[in-house]
Structures are given as structure tokens and as C-alpha cells.
């Protein structure tokens, strides 16, 4: 950019199965406790709210099976195990029967999270971000384009921790479904191709230490491996 006064950061982007493209990202939405035992573990209960949305950076994603290094500032990051969907349309105020034409495909993804942060921000009223949106925050797959593999409702959704299976769950059990994740949301932003939904955990969110070894999956999908150092 020729008349900026500095070199712009390149735009993030996410690979896509057996192909040499690549899906730009824009915006990276999360929806929070989108799983009733994940709710429950977090003292909420499911059957009593909305959905509701917070923000990673798009550069805050960790792609191409890098390490995850452990953030400064705290000392209780926890995993948790996500479908990512990457919308390739968007829009306003869509309407949920043809939300799923908007997707473009899948992957696997860690909602990376420093719990002791995020709770000390939700103590004083505050914003999550310094709990959810720092560097690295969001380790991701490639892509699966749904026109390979469909539009997943159900399907074996884990993690593992040094081979241990800590959070276990089916895509079945997501009190939000994709389509409605995707209608409200454009209720309250104009959705852009680009933009990636994290579409919420399972129960089982725990801390993870340096040299901890991750494996994420799910079915249908793809398997995410990586180390926290």
C-alpha cells in the first residue's frame, strides 16, 4: 500500500484441503456455552439465555500445526475443542432455512483461553478479551469445503491431552444448531465472506501445562495436533 506510513500486516488466512487456495479471514465470532454439560460446568443454566457472541482477531489464529506458545500473564489456560465454520457469503438479517448456503466448509479449532483472566474480567463487569483474544488464541485445521463433506449435524467431537480424552462430546448435542448461530448473528452484524464461527465446547475444559501434547478431532472433519510450549 503505497501511501501507508507503515507496511500493512498481512491478512490471515486458512488453508483449504488438497488445494493451493487460501480462505482470507475477516472476523472471527465465538459463540459462548453452545453445549448444555459445558453451560452446566460453568455454572449457567442452558435452558435460560440466548445465544451470545464474543471476538477473536483473525490474526489471533495459530495455523499449520505450529506449537501454542503459553501466553504471558497468567496461569490457568484451558482448552476447548471447537467446530469451525467459514462462511463464504454473508449478509443481514439471513434467514436461518438458507443460512447454510452462506458456509463454505469446516475445520477444527481451540478456543485458547487464560480462565483466570477471563474471570477476573467477568468479577469486575468488564470485557473478556484479555481472557480470549490474545496472540495465538485460536489454533486451527485446514479447511474441508462442505461441498466435499456435506453440512455435519452430529458427529464424535474430543480432545485429548497427552493421549487422555478430557472433553467428549457429539456436534448433536449444540443447543444453538449452525443455521441459527448464523441467523442471529446477522440479526446484529452484517456477516462477510470470510468471517469463521466457533461454534462452542463440550464439558470437560481444563488447564494445560508447557509440554502438554493436544489432539483435537472432529468426525468427518479433520484432527488438529499441536504442543503448548
Known amino acids: 500500500m503505497a501511501n501507508a ?14 488445494s493451493d487456495r487460501v480462505f482470507p479471514v ?28 464474543f471476538q477473536k482477531n483473525p490474526d489471533n489464529l495459530l495455523t499449520g500445526g505450529r506449537d501454542f506458545p ?26 436461518v432455512e438458507s443460512a447454510l448456503d452462506c ?23 468488564r470485557p473478556w478479551e484479555v481472557g480470549k483474544a490474545f496472540e495465538h488464541s485460536a489454533p486451527c485445521t485446514y479447511l474441508v469445503p462442505a461441498a466435499e463433506i456435506g453440512h455435519p449435524e452430529h458427529g464424535d467431537i474430543w480432545l485429548k491431552v ?15 444448531k449452525i443455521p441459527e448461530m448464523i441467523g442471529y448473528l446477522s440479526a446484529f ?12 465446547t463440550p464439558a470437560g475444559v481444563g488447564p494445560v501445562q508447557r509440554g ?3 489432539e483435537g478431532y472432529v468426525e468427518n472433519v479433520a484432527t488438529l495436533k499441536l504442543a503448548v510450549v
Open 5 to 18: 506510513i507503515f507496511e500493512p500486516n498481512p491478512i490471515p488466512t486458512l488453508a483449504i484441503k488438497d
Open 26 to 53: 475477516h472476523r472471527i465470532y465465538c459463540v459462548g456455552r453452545n453445549y448444555a454439560d459445558h453451560a452446566i460446568e460453568m455454572g449457567h443454566d442452558p435452558n435460560k439465555e440466548l445465544p451470545f457472541f
Open 70 to 95: 503459553y501466553p504471558p500473564g497468567t496461569n490457568n489456560v484451558h482448552h476447548e475443542i471447537e467446530l469451525a465454520v467459514a462462511l463464504h457469503k454473508g449478509g443481514i438479517d439471513i434467514a
Open 103 to 125: 458456509v463454505f466448509g469446516y475445520g477444527v479449532a481451540l478456543d485458547m483461553t487464560r480462565r483466570d483472566l477471563q474471570g477476573q474480567a467477568k468479577k469486575a463487569g
Open 162 to 176: 497427552n493421549g487422555e480424552v478430557r472433553q467428549q462430546g457429539d456436534l448433536n448435542q449444540m443447543i444453538w
Open 189 to 200: 452484524f452484517e456477516l462477510k465472506p470470510g468471517d469463521v464461527i466457533l461454534s462452542g
Open 212 to 214: 502438554d501434547q493436544l
